[in-house]
T-cell receptor
Framework: DARVTQTPRHKVTEMGQEVTMRCQPILGHNTVFWYRQTMMQGLELLAYFRNRAPLDDSGMPKDRFSAEMPDATLATLKIQPSEPRDSAVYFC?????????????????FGDGTRLSIL | GNSVTQMEGPVTLSEEAFLTINCTYTATGYPSLFWYVQYPGEGLQLLLKATKADDKGSNKGFEATYRKETTSFHLEKGSVQVSDSAVYFCALSDPPYYGGSQGNLIFGKGTKLSVKP
């Protein structure tokens, strides 16, 4: 089965350090989403891309977070500098080209997440 | 704006009990509706979906019916198993706008289900 691959699975680092999380979407998927999950806020959409172009990153704190897709097989989410409140599980999801109603019925496929702890 | 409201958890049931997790939504247009499941330590997986009013989605013994009149999509299972213990998320797709859609999903906050032997 095709899968979304996220690395690392776990990351523990000290406040102020740069954190980079990586995502390999399913081959052929051209829409990539980044989510953050916490107990308090639940699942929040941070940003998403289509054809490597950012469509919306309004859910992301711009001063410290950045999301990019250097190529079609890699999406990155960076935090610099990291803070304890960034501790969460970060999920990447990919989907097909959501260009019509039929494609909307296709599910997003989630990776297993990166569990981030900032000390 | 569009939103999804799920019943608060956690829900604790005994094996073979009947399960209902309520979900209601607010949306303009005609969204598609989904239930996703998250097992411990994993990402979300699609459980079932319904794309128009009165559709029933079903999978692994779970069912949900798209009720436009009540704007609901409640998840049900007749006999739960210990292996069903997970967090369940109700979601809707952002309805398409002219020229295309972003394919966003709007999620509820999730309902944790624990099934005891």
């Amino acid at each position: 089965d095709a899968r979304v691959t996220q690395t690392p699975r776990h990351k523990v680092t000290e406040m102020g350090q740069e954190v980079t999380m990586r995502c390999q979407p399913i081959l052929g998927h051209n829409t990539v989403f980044w989510y953050r999950q916490t107990m308090m806020q639940g699942l929040e959409l941070l940003a998403y891309f289509r054809n490597r172009a950012p469509l919306d990153d309004s859910g992301m704190p711009k001063d410290r977070f950045s999301a990019e897709m250097p190529d079609a097989t890699l999406a990155t989410l960076k935090i610099q500098p990291s803070e304890p409140r960034d501790s969460a599980v970060y999920f990447c999801a990919s989907g097909p080209n959501f260009k019509d109603r039929a494609s909307l019925n296709q599910p997003q496929h989630f990776g297993d997440g990166t569990r981030l702890s900032i000390l | 704006g569009n939103s999804v409201t799920q019943m608060e958890g956690p829900v604790t049931l005994s094996e073979e009990a009947f399960l209902t997790i309520n979900c209601t939504y607010t949306a303009t247009g005609y969204p598609s509706l989904f239930w996703y499941v998250q097992y411990p330590g994993e990402g979300l997986q699609l459980l079932l979906k319904a794309t128009k009013a009165d559709d029933k989605g079903s999978n692994k013994g779970f069912e949900a019916t798209y009720r436009k009149e009540t704007t609901s999509f409640h998840l049900e299972k007749g006999s739960v198993q210990v292996s069903d213990s997970a967090v369940y998320f109700c979601a809707l797709s952002d309805p398409p706008y002219y020229g295309g859609s972003q394919g966003n999903l709007i999620f509820g906050k999730g309902t944790k289900l624990s099934v005891k032997p």
